[in-house]
């Protein structure tokens, strides 16, 4: 029976899919410029990663208006821009690559 148990137990972890997200930061970075759209805010950074945004040389991200906790983000995103203060990007480095890297967090330098 424990067996049974056991072979149940491994081939259900192995038939399970994975959902690990492969984190990326980016460093304290400046916002250079803030493009809000009707899917959401894109901005552009002095940071680039061209393997997951495809316009602008790599230098724009977004935060699509489906994101949880939209309006806190953008909101903060604006006052970041507005002070001048540096902000960390976190995001998917393994999202598919489109013209603006999606950017899951951020953090405000203090």
């Excluded at 604006?78 to 967090?105: N, S």
């Amino acid at each position: 029976m424990k067996k049974c148990l056991f072979t149940v137990a491994v081939f259900a972890s192995l038939s399970s899919p994975a959902f690990a997200v492969k984190w990326k930061d980016s460093p304290y970075v400046e916002i250079k410029k803030l493009y809000p759209h009707n899917g959401g805010l894109n901005f552009y950074t002095e940071y680039k990663d061209e393997s997951v945004s495809a316009c602008d040389g790599g230098y724009r991200f977004e935060i699509p208006a489906s994101a949880q906790n939209y309006d806190t983000k953008v909101s903060v995103i604006m006052a970041a821009f507005m002070a001048k203060k540096k902000i960390l990007l976190r995001y998917d480095a393994e999202q598919t690559k489109k013209c603006a890297a999606v950017v899951d967090r951020f953090l405000v330098k203090p």
